[in-house]
Protein backbone atom coordinates (compact mmCIF):
# COMPACT_ATOMS: atom_id res chain seq x y z
CA UNK A 1 0.00 0.00 0.00
CA UNK A 2 2.33 2.62 -0.92
CA UNK A 3 5.47 1.54 0.90
CA UNK A 4 8.38 0.12 0.20
CA UNK A 5 10.58 -2.80 1.33
CA UNK A 6 13.59 -0.20 1.81
CA UNK A 7 11.74 1.10 4.27
CA UNK A 8 12.98 -1.91 6.90
CA UNK A 9 16.59 -1.54 5.72
CA UNK A 10 18.82 -1.15 8.39
CA UNK A 11 21.24 2.35 8.70
CA UNK A 12 24.65 1.98 8.67
CA UNK A 13 26.90 4.88 9.69
CA UNK A 14 30.81 5.10 10.89
CA UNK A 15 32.74 6.67 14.01
CA UNK A 16 35.97 7.86 14.84
CA UNK A 17 36.69 5.86 18.22
CA UNK A 18 40.01 7.22 19.78
CA UNK A 19 41.72 6.90 16.31
CA UNK A 20 39.75 3.27 15.14
CA UNK A 21 36.92 2.83 12.50
CA UNK A 22 33.44 1.45 14.80
CA UNK A 23 31.10 0.82 12.71
CA UNK A 24 27.47 1.82 14.01
CA UNK A 25 23.90 -0.33 12.51
CA UNK A 26 20.60 0.89 13.69
CA UNK A 27 17.33 0.59 12.46
CA UNK A 28 15.49 3.22 10.81
CA UNK A 29 12.33 2.82 13.49
CA UNK A 30 15.01 3.41 16.10
CA UNK A 31 13.81 6.66 18.28
CA UNK A 32 16.45 9.65 18.31
CA UNK A 33 17.04 8.32 22.24
CA UNK A 34 17.60 4.89 21.33
CA UNK A 35 20.61 6.15 18.94
CA UNK A 36 21.95 8.36 21.35
CA UNK A 37 22.32 5.40 24.21
CA UNK A 38 23.36 3.68 21.16
CA UNK A 39 26.43 6.19 20.37
CA UNK A 40 27.48 6.52 23.52
CA UNK A 41 27.95 2.58 24.39
CA UNK A 42 29.52 3.06 20.86
CA UNK A 43 31.81 5.58 21.72
CA UNK A 44 32.90 4.34 24.85
CA UNK A 45 31.26 7.13 26.54
CA UNK A 46 28.78 6.56 29.98
CA UNK A 47 25.05 6.34 28.90
CA UNK A 48 22.57 9.08 29.28
CA UNK A 49 25.97 11.84 28.49
CA UNK A 50 25.39 14.94 26.75
CA UNK A 51 26.33 14.38 23.61
CA UNK A 52 27.06 15.72 20.04
CA UNK A 53 28.14 14.38 17.14
CA UNK A 54 30.13 16.32 14.01
CA UNK A 55 31.63 15.51 10.79
CA UNK A 56 35.51 15.60 9.92
CA UNK A 57 34.69 19.61 9.17
CA UNK A 58 33.41 19.85 12.48
CA UNK A 59 29.77 20.85 10.85
CA UNK A 60 26.80 19.18 13.58
CA UNK A 61 24.94 16.27 12.61
CA UNK A 62 21.69 15.55 13.82
CA UNK A 63 21.12 12.25 15.85
CA UNK A 64 17.83 11.23 14.79
CA UNK A 65 16.51 8.06 12.31
CA UNK A 66 16.81 10.36 8.93
CA UNK A 67 20.90 11.67 10.10
CA UNK A 68 22.72 11.35 6.62
CA UNK A 69 25.24 7.99 6.16
CA UNK A 70 28.85 8.60 5.95
CA UNK A 71 31.64 6.28 4.98
CA UNK A 72 34.98 4.79 6.53
CA UNK A 73 36.71 7.13 4.53
CA UNK A 74 34.52 9.82 6.04
CA UNK A 75 33.95 9.45 10.02
CA UNK A 76 31.50 10.69 12.39
CA UNK A 77 32.51 11.85 16.11
CA UNK A 78 31.02 11.46 19.11
CA UNK A 79 32.01 14.58 21.21
CA UNK A 80 30.32 14.08 25.07
CA UNK A 81 28.95 18.23 25.93
CA UNK A 82 31.41 20.37 28.15
CA UNK A 83 30.91 21.47 31.72
CA UNK A 84 30.46 24.61 30.30
CA UNK A 85 28.03 24.16 27.91
CA UNK A 86 26.07 22.17 30.11
CA UNK A 87 26.40 25.09 32.84
CA UNK A 88 25.39 27.39 29.84
CA UNK A 89 22.00 25.59 29.98
CA UNK A 90 21.68 25.19 33.69
CA UNK A 91 22.13 29.27 34.05
CA UNK A 92 18.97 29.50 31.44
CA UNK A 93 17.34 26.90 33.08
CA UNK A 94 17.80 28.90 36.50
CA UNK A 95 17.33 32.40 35.18
CA UNK A 96 13.62 30.86 33.59
CA UNK A 97 13.22 29.56 37.21
CA UNK A 98 14.16 32.77 38.55
CA UNK A 99 11.16 34.20 36.03
CA UNK A 100 8.68 32.54 37.13
CA UNK A 101 9.42 32.61 40.69
CA UNK A 102 9.03 36.23 40.57
CA UNK A 103 6.28 36.31 38.46
CA UNK A 104 4.63 34.30 41.23
CA UNK A 105 5.76 36.03 43.95
CA UNK A 106 3.98 38.60 41.86
CA UNK A 107 0.72 37.45 41.72
CA UNK A 108 -0.17 37.02 45.26
CA UNK A 109 0.56 40.66 45.82
CA UNK A 110 -2.10 42.11 44.88
CA UNK A 111 -1.53 45.86 45.42
CA UNK A 112 1.15 46.03 43.48
CA UNK A 113 -0.09 44.07 40.55
CA UNK A 114 -3.25 46.99 40.47
CA UNK A 115 -0.27 49.51 40.74
CA UNK A 116 1.63 47.63 38.15
CA UNK A 117 -1.15 47.18 35.88
CA UNK A 118 -2.15 51.21 35.82
CA UNK A 119 1.50 51.49 35.26
CA UNK A 120 1.01 49.43 32.51
CA UNK A 121 -2.39 51.01 31.53
CA UNK A 122 -0.41 54.54 31.45
CA UNK A 123 2.69 53.35 29.42
CA UNK A 124 0.78 51.40 27.30
CA UNK A 125 -2.31 54.89 26.37
CA UNK A 126 1.20 56.52 25.71
CA UNK A 127 2.84 54.05 23.16
CA UNK A 128 -0.62 53.65 21.58
CA UNK A 129 -0.76 57.52 21.05
CA UNK A 130 2.31 57.79 19.88
CA UNK A 131 2.04 54.96 17.11
CA UNK A 132 -0.70 57.23 16.34
CA UNK A 133 -3.51 54.10 16.59
CA UNK A 134 -7.29 54.95 16.45
CA UNK A 135 -9.71 56.03 19.57
CA UNK A 136 -11.01 52.33 19.36
CA UNK A 137 -8.11 50.50 19.70
CA UNK A 138 -7.08 52.56 22.77
CA UNK A 139 -10.17 52.05 24.18
CA UNK A 140 -10.17 47.92 23.50
CA UNK A 141 -6.75 48.32 25.25
CA UNK A 142 -8.17 50.24 27.97
CA UNK A 143 -11.39 47.44 28.28
CA UNK A 144 -8.82 44.17 28.22
CA UNK A 145 -6.80 46.06 31.25
CA UNK A 146 -9.94 46.71 32.84
CA UNK A 147 -11.30 43.12 32.88
CA UNK A 148 -7.79 41.82 33.93
CA UNK A 149 -7.68 44.52 37.13
CA UNK A 150 -11.25 43.35 37.97
CA UNK A 151 -10.62 39.63 37.79
CA UNK A 152 -7.79 40.03 40.07
CA UNK A 153 -9.47 42.10 42.39
CA UNK A 154 -12.29 40.02 42.80
CA UNK A 155 -9.83 36.72 42.97
CA UNK A 156 -9.05 38.61 46.41
CA UNK A 157 -5.19 37.92 45.85
CA UNK A 158 -5.39 34.46 44.45
CA UNK A 159 -3.46 33.48 40.96
CA UNK A 160 -4.84 34.77 38.05
CA UNK A 161 -6.95 32.65 36.07
CA UNK A 162 -6.42 32.23 32.51
CA UNK A 163 -9.33 32.76 30.70
CA UNK A 164 -9.05 29.48 28.50
CA UNK A 165 -10.55 27.12 30.75
CA UNK A 166 -13.48 24.80 30.05
CA UNK A 167 -15.10 22.55 32.70
CA UNK A 168 -16.56 19.45 31.55
CA UNK A 169 -19.34 18.18 33.85
CA UNK A 170 -18.19 14.69 33.26
CA UNK A 171 -14.65 14.70 34.27
CA UNK A 172 -14.13 18.43 35.60
CA UNK A 173 -11.05 18.60 33.07
CA UNK A 174 -9.79 22.21 33.00
CA UNK A 175 -7.43 22.99 29.78
CA UNK A 176 -5.37 26.03 30.58
CA UNK A 177 -3.14 27.78 27.26
CA UNK A 178 1.06 27.77 28.46
CA UNK A 179 2.24 31.65 28.75
CA UNK A 180 5.63 30.74 29.92
CA UNK A 181 8.47 31.35 27.91
CA UNK A 182 8.88 28.62 24.86
CA UNK A 183 11.76 26.08 25.62
CA UNK A 184 10.94 23.54 23.41
CA UNK A 185 14.61 22.86 21.61
CA UNK A 186 14.93 24.14 17.86
CA UNK A 187 15.78 21.19 15.89
CA UNK A 188 17.36 21.73 12.74
CA UNK A 189 15.29 19.05 10.41
CA UNK A 190 17.47 17.10 7.83
CA UNK A 191 17.18 17.77 4.22
CA UNK A 192 15.50 13.82 4.19
CA UNK A 193 13.40 14.64 6.57
CA UNK A 194 12.66 18.45 5.06
CA UNK A 195 11.67 16.22 1.33
CA UNK A 196 9.86 13.54 3.54
CA UNK A 197 7.54 16.08 5.33
CA UNK A 198 5.82 17.24 2.50
CA UNK A 199 4.96 13.31 0.99
CA UNK A 200 1.82 11.38 2.45
CA UNK A 201 4.22 8.74 3.28
CA UNK A 202 5.75 10.72 5.85
CA UNK A 203 5.94 8.39 9.37
CA UNK A 204 3.96 10.37 12.11
CA UNK A 205 5.21 7.78 14.33
CA UNK A 206 8.51 8.64 15.21
CA UNK A 207 8.61 11.98 16.45
CA UNK A 208 8.47 13.27 20.23
CA UNK A 209 6.36 16.14 20.33
CA UNK A 210 9.08 18.49 20.22
CA UNK A 211 10.13 17.28 17.16
CA UNK A 212 7.03 17.60 15.88
CA UNK A 213 6.67 21.59 17.46
CA UNK A 214 9.74 21.99 15.66
CA UNK A 215 8.33 20.71 12.24
CA UNK A 216 4.73 22.85 12.64
CA UNK A 217 7.12 25.50 13.36
CA UNK A 218 9.00 24.83 10.11
CA UNK A 219 5.96 24.71 7.46
CA UNK A 220 4.96 27.84 8.87
CA UNK A 221 8.16 29.40 8.09
CA UNK A 222 8.57 27.66 4.42
CA UNK A 223 5.05 28.35 3.55
CA UNK A 224 5.96 31.94 3.51
CA UNK A 225 3.40 32.04 6.69
CA UNK A 226 5.61 33.73 8.90
CA UNK A 227 6.09 36.33 6.72
CA UNK A 228 3.13 37.17 4.79
CA UNK A 229 1.29 37.99 8.12
CA UNK A 230 4.14 39.44 10.01
CA UNK A 231 4.58 36.55 12.70
CA UNK A 232 6.61 37.19 15.46
CA UNK A 233 8.67 34.33 15.66
CA UNK A 234 8.63 33.59 19.62
CA UNK A 235 4.92 34.24 19.32
CA UNK A 236 4.59 31.37 16.88
CA UNK A 237 6.26 28.90 19.25
CA UNK A 238 4.34 30.13 22.18
CA UNK A 239 0.61 29.32 20.22
CA UNK A 240 2.09 26.46 19.00
CA UNK A 241 3.14 25.13 22.55
CA UNK A 242 -0.31 26.35 23.73
CA UNK A 243 -1.82 24.48 21.06
CA UNK A 244 -0.14 21.02 22.41
CA UNK A 245 -1.05 21.93 25.77
CA UNK A 246 -4.37 22.11 24.55
CA UNK A 247 -4.89 18.53 23.10
CA UNK A 248 -5.90 16.07 25.96
CA UNK A 249 -4.08 12.52 25.70
CA UNK A 250 -6.74 10.44 24.04
CA UNK A 251 -6.07 7.19 22.15
CA UNK A 252 -6.79 8.28 18.87
CA UNK A 253 -7.97 12.43 19.00
CA UNK A 254 -4.30 13.72 20.75
CA UNK A 255 -2.03 16.00 19.45
CA UNK A 256 0.00 13.61 17.26
CA UNK A 257 -3.07 13.35 15.75
CA UNK A 258 -3.45 17.04 15.30
CA UNK A 259 0.15 16.78 13.69
CA UNK A 260 -0.70 14.02 11.20
CA UNK A 261 -3.96 16.45 9.73
CA UNK A 262 -1.28 19.67 9.27
CA UNK A 263 1.50 17.41 8.03
CA UNK A 264 -1.06 15.74 5.48
CA UNK A 265 -2.62 19.22 4.48
CA UNK A 266 1.51 20.58 3.97
CA UNK A 267 1.83 17.78 2.15
CA UNK A 268 -1.53 18.37 -0.01
CA UNK A 269 -0.47 22.08 -0.45
CA UNK A 270 2.67 21.00 -2.21
CA UNK A 271 1.32 17.74 -4.04
CA UNK A 272 -1.27 20.12 -5.41
CA UNK A 273 0.80 23.46 -6.34
CA UNK A 274 -2.05 25.34 -4.15
CA UNK A 275 0.17 27.90 -3.73
CA UNK A 276 -0.04 29.21 -7.47
CA UNK A 277 -3.42 28.59 -7.48
CA UNK A 278 -4.43 29.99 -3.93
CA UNK A 279 -2.98 33.33 -1.76
CA UNK A 280 -1.44 32.54 1.30
CA UNK A 281 -4.44 34.01 3.22
CA UNK A 282 -5.82 30.25 1.78
CA UNK A 283 -2.50 28.79 3.05
CA UNK A 284 -2.57 30.18 6.31
CA UNK A 285 -6.36 29.37 7.14
CA UNK A 286 -5.56 25.54 5.79
CA UNK A 287 -2.85 25.21 7.78
CA UNK A 288 -4.34 26.90 11.02
CA UNK A 289 -7.39 25.33 11.02
CA UNK A 290 -5.64 21.83 10.52
CA UNK A 291 -3.35 22.57 13.26
CA UNK A 292 -6.60 23.59 15.92
CA UNK A 293 -9.41 20.99 13.96
CA UNK A 294 -9.78 18.87 17.39
CA UNK A 295 -8.42 21.21 20.07
CA UNK A 296 -9.18 20.04 23.35
CA UNK A 297 -11.25 17.11 22.14
CA UNK A 298 -12.44 14.87 25.66
CA UNK A 299 -12.84 11.39 23.71
CA UNK A 300 -16.50 11.28 23.18
CA UNK A 301 -18.20 12.03 19.62
CA UNK A 302 -20.96 14.28 18.97
CA UNK A 303 -23.54 11.89 18.94
CA UNK A 304 -22.50 11.22 22.69
CA UNK A 305 -22.40 14.87 23.76
CA UNK A 306 -26.27 14.87 22.31
CA UNK A 307 -27.44 11.74 23.90
CA UNK A 308 -26.08 12.35 27.21
CA UNK A 309 -26.73 16.19 27.38
CA UNK A 310 -23.55 17.21 28.51
CA UNK A 311 -22.98 20.90 29.00
CA UNK A 312 -20.82 21.30 25.56
CA UNK A 313 -24.51 19.93 23.64
CA UNK A 314 -26.43 22.22 25.63
CA UNK A 315 -24.21 25.10 25.44
CA UNK A 316 -24.73 24.72 21.24
CA UNK A 317 -27.99 23.67 21.00
CA UNK A 318 -26.25 19.74 19.84
CA UNK A 319 -25.34 21.62 16.65
CA UNK A 320 -21.81 20.31 16.34
CA UNK A 321 -21.27 20.64 19.89
CA UNK A 322 -17.39 19.34 19.51
CA UNK A 323 -16.44 21.07 16.23
CA UNK A 324 -17.87 24.69 17.81
CA UNK A 325 -16.01 24.25 21.04
CA UNK A 326 -12.70 23.15 19.13
CA UNK A 327 -13.23 26.61 17.62
CA UNK A 328 -13.97 28.28 20.70
CA UNK A 329 -10.85 27.10 22.02
CA UNK A 330 -8.57 28.34 19.29
CA UNK A 331 -9.86 31.52 19.50
CA UNK A 332 -9.01 31.59 23.18
CA UNK A 333 -5.71 30.89 22.58
CA UNK A 334 -5.40 33.47 19.69
CA UNK A 335 -6.97 36.26 22.27
CA UNK A 336 -4.08 36.19 24.36
CA UNK A 337 -1.54 38.93 23.36
CA UNK A 338 1.22 36.30 23.73
CA UNK A 339 0.11 33.65 21.39
CA UNK A 340 -1.55 36.15 19.05
CA UNK A 341 0.19 35.31 15.68
CA UNK A 342 -2.21 37.10 13.36
CA UNK A 343 -1.60 40.13 16.03
CA UNK A 344 -0.09 42.06 13.14
CA UNK A 345 -3.12 41.50 10.82
CA UNK A 346 -5.55 44.29 9.73
CA UNK A 347 -8.66 43.88 12.02
CA UNK A 348 -10.86 43.60 9.30
CA UNK A 349 -8.51 40.89 7.57
CA UNK A 350 -8.44 38.79 10.65
CA UNK A 351 -12.30 39.25 11.15
CA UNK A 352 -12.50 37.31 7.45
CA UNK A 353 -9.53 35.07 8.52
CA UNK A 354 -11.33 34.07 12.04
CA UNK A 355 -14.72 33.23 9.82
CA UNK A 356 -12.99 31.22 7.33
CA UNK A 357 -10.88 29.62 9.91
CA UNK A 358 -14.21 28.65 11.89
CA UNK A 359 -15.96 27.53 8.40
CA UNK A 360 -13.41 24.78 7.61
CA UNK A 361 -13.22 23.12 11.69
CA UNK A 362 -16.90 23.13 11.45
CA UNK A 363 -16.71 21.25 8.06
CA UNK A 364 -14.67 18.42 10.50
CA UNK A 365 -18.09 16.90 11.10
CA UNK A 366 -18.82 13.99 9.80
CA UNK A 367 -22.84 14.75 10.03
CA UNK A 368 -21.73 17.46 7.17
CA UNK A 369 -20.06 14.90 5.13
CA UNK A 370 -22.83 14.09 2.28
CA UNK A 371 -23.57 18.21 1.94
CA UNK A 372 -20.25 19.38 1.84
CA UNK A 373 -19.08 16.37 -0.78
CA UNK A 374 -22.31 16.97 -2.78
CA UNK A 375 -21.58 20.29 -2.66
CA UNK A 376 -18.20 19.86 -4.36
CA UNK A 377 -18.98 17.68 -7.10
CA UNK A 378 -21.33 20.05 -8.60
CA UNK A 379 -18.38 22.71 -8.91
CA UNK A 380 -15.26 20.32 -9.59
CA UNK A 381 -16.01 20.12 -13.45
CA UNK A 382 -16.03 23.70 -13.73
CA UNK A 383 -13.86 24.66 -11.14
CA UNK A 384 -12.70 28.37 -10.77
CA UNK A 385 -10.11 29.53 -9.05
CA UNK A 386 -11.57 33.12 -9.11
CA UNK A 387 -14.80 31.96 -7.58
CA UNK A 388 -14.66 32.60 -3.56
CA UNK A 389 -17.37 29.76 -3.24
CA UNK A 390 -15.65 27.28 -5.26
CA UNK A 391 -12.37 28.16 -3.70
CA UNK A 392 -14.53 28.10 0.15
CA UNK A 393 -15.81 24.48 -0.67
CA UNK A 394 -12.79 23.23 -1.96
CA UNK A 395 -11.02 24.37 1.34
CA UNK A 396 -13.62 22.75 3.25
CA UNK A 397 -13.00 19.29 1.18
CA UNK A 398 -9.23 19.46 1.58
CA UNK A 399 -9.75 19.48 5.16
CA UNK A 400 -11.73 16.87 5.72
CA UNK A 401 -9.66 14.43 3.69
CA UNK A 402 -6.70 15.43 5.74
CA UNK A 403 -8.53 14.71 8.86
CA UNK A 404 -9.30 11.29 7.63
CA UNK A 405 -6.75 10.80 5.51
CA UNK A 406 -4.92 7.79 7.76
CA UNK A 407 -5.44 4.99 4.90
CA UNK A 408 -3.52 7.10 2.66
CA UNK A 409 -0.51 6.24 4.42
CA UNK A 410 1.76 3.32 4.32
CA UNK A 411 -0.16 0.23 6.03
CA UNK A 412 2.90 0.15 9.04
CA UNK A 413 2.35 3.55 9.53
CA UNK A 414 -1.99 3.49 9.08
CA UNK A 415 -2.72 0.79 10.87
CA UNK A 416 -1.93 1.81 14.30
CA UNK A 417 -4.00 4.57 13.61
CA UNK A 418 -7.50 2.28 13.59
CA UNK A 419 -5.69 0.20 17.13
CA UNK A 420 -6.04 3.99 18.57
CA UNK A 421 -9.51 4.90 17.29
CA UNK A 422 -11.25 1.44 18.18
CA UNK A 423 -9.49 1.86 21.26
CA UNK A 424 -11.51 5.26 22.06
CA UNK A 425 -14.68 3.91 20.20
CA UNK A 426 -14.69 1.14 22.68
CA UNK A 427 -14.42 3.65 25.78
CA UNK A 428 -17.06 5.29 24.79
CA UNK A 429 -19.46 2.48 24.18
CA UNK A 430 -18.49 0.78 27.33
CA UNK A 431 -19.90 4.34 28.65
CA UNK A 432 -22.84 4.80 27.02
CA UNK A 433 -23.84 0.85 28.27
CA UNK A 434 -22.91 1.67 31.71
CA UNK A 435 -25.23 5.17 31.44
CA UNK A 436 -28.17 3.31 29.41
CA UNK A 437 -27.37 5.36 26.29
CA UNK A 438 -27.58 4.03 22.47
CA UNK A 439 -24.65 2.59 21.26
CA UNK A 440 -23.31 2.62 17.45
CA UNK A 441 -22.90 -1.15 15.79
CA UNK A 442 -19.34 -0.03 14.77
CA UNK A 443 -18.06 1.42 18.30
CA UNK A 444 -19.49 -1.51 20.26
CA UNK A 445 -16.40 -3.87 20.85
CA UNK A 446 -18.26 -6.83 20.75
CA UNK A 447 -19.63 -6.64 16.92
CA UNK A 448 -16.56 -4.62 15.38
CA UNK A 449 -13.06 -5.94 14.33
CA UNK A 450 -10.85 -4.11 12.48
CA UNK A 451 -11.98 -5.04 8.86
CA UNK A 452 -15.06 -4.43 9.62
CA UNK A 453 -14.58 -1.24 10.70
CA UNK A 454 -12.60 -0.28 7.68
CA UNK A 455 -14.20 -1.68 4.62
CA UNK A 456 -17.37 0.45 4.66
CA UNK A 457 -15.42 3.59 5.51
CA UNK A 458 -12.86 3.51 2.69
CA UNK A 459 -15.41 2.11 -0.20
CA UNK A 460 -18.01 4.60 0.85
CA UNK A 461 -16.26 7.55 2.13
CA UNK A 462 -12.67 7.60 1.19
CA UNK A 463 -12.63 6.27 -2.00
CA UNK A 464 -15.53 8.80 -3.56
CA UNK A 465 -14.31 11.80 -1.92
CA UNK A 466 -10.64 11.31 -2.89
CA UNK A 467 -11.64 10.44 -5.82
CA UNK A 468 -13.68 13.46 -6.83
CA UNK A 469 -10.79 15.66 -5.17
CA UNK A 470 -8.39 13.81 -8.12
CA UNK A 471 -10.85 15.16 -10.75
CA UNK A 472 -9.37 18.97 -10.05
CA UNK A 473 -5.52 17.32 -9.31
CA UNK A 474 -4.84 14.11 -11.25
CA UNK A 475 -1.53 14.29 -9.89
CA UNK A 476 -2.79 12.83 -6.47
CA UNK A 477 -3.99 9.55 -7.93
CA UNK A 478 -0.69 7.41 -7.55
CA UNK A 479 -0.14 8.86 -3.84
CA UNK A 480 -3.16 8.77 -2.42
CA UNK A 481 -6.12 7.38 -4.43
CA UNK A 482 -4.29 3.94 -5.22
CA UNK A 483 -3.37 3.34 -1.45
CA UNK A 484 -6.89 3.68 -0.36
CA UNK A 485 -7.94 0.75 -2.84
CA UNK A 486 -4.90 -0.76 -1.75
CA UNK A 487 -6.28 -0.77 1.89
CA UNK A 488 -9.71 -1.42 0.87
CA UNK A 489 -8.21 -4.85 -1.31
CA UNK A 490 -5.83 -5.42 2.35
CA UNK A 491 -8.55 -5.41 4.86
CA UNK A 492 -11.00 -7.57 2.52
CA UNK A 493 -8.35 -9.99 2.28
CA UNK A 494 -8.53 -9.71 6.20
CA UNK A 495 -12.38 -10.47 6.42
CA UNK A 496 -12.19 -12.94 4.01
CA UNK A 497 -9.45 -15.00 6.51
CA UNK A 498 -11.94 -14.28 9.44
CA UNK A 499 -14.98 -15.28 7.95
CA UNK A 500 -13.23 -18.15 6.77
CA UNK A 501 -11.84 -19.16 10.54
CA UNK A 502 -15.12 -18.11 11.78
CA UNK A 503 -16.76 -20.84 9.81
CA UNK A 504 -14.63 -23.29 10.16
CA UNK A 505 -14.75 -23.16 14.56
CA UNK A 506 -18.52 -23.11 14.13
CA UNK A 507 -17.97 -26.37 12.05
CA UNK A 508 -16.06 -27.80 15.04
CA UNK A 509 -18.24 -26.58 17.14
CA UNK A 510 -21.58 -28.27 15.28
CA UNK A 511 -19.61 -31.96 14.64
CA UNK A 512 -18.53 -31.53 18.42
CA UNK A 513 -22.05 -30.60 19.68
CA UNK A 514 -23.20 -33.95 17.34
CA UNK A 515 -20.50 -36.11 18.36
CA UNK A 516 -21.38 -35.65 22.22
CA UNK A 517 -25.08 -36.36 21.11
CA UNK A 518 -24.13 -39.98 19.62
CA UNK A 519 -21.78 -40.52 23.27
CA UNK A 520 -25.29 -40.35 24.91
Known amino acids: MGSSSSSYVPKTIYLDVDGKVQKVVFSRHCSPCDIKELLCSSSNIPRNTAIMMVD ?17 NSLYKVVPLSTGQLGEKEDMF ?9 QFSRAFRINELKTEVT ?11 LEGLKVVEIEKCKNDLKKLRDEMTSRGGGRVNCPCKYNFSDDGKKVTPRRDVPNYPKYTLSQETVEALKKPTFDVWHWEHNEMLSCLEYMYHDLGLVKEFNMNPITLKRWLLAIQENYRNNPFHNFRHCFCVSQMMYGM ?13 DMGILMTAAVCHDLDHPGYN ?12 VRYNDISPLENHHCAVAFQILSLPECNIFANVDPEAFKQIRQAIITLILATDMARHGEILDSFKQKVDNFDFTNEEHVTCLKMVLIKCCDISNEVRPTEVAEPWVDCLLEEYFMQSDREKSEGLPVAPFMDRDKVTKPTAQIGFIKFVLIPMFETVMKLFPQIEEIMVQPLR ?6 EELKQIDDAMTEEAQKKKTENMSLGGKKK
Open 56 to 72: PEGALVSIDPTMPTNSP
Open 302 to 313: NTYQINARTELA
Open 486 to 491: DSRDHY
Open 94 to 102: QNVLSQVAD
Open 119 to 129: NRLAMLEKRVE
Open 269 to 281: IHLCNLQEKMTLT
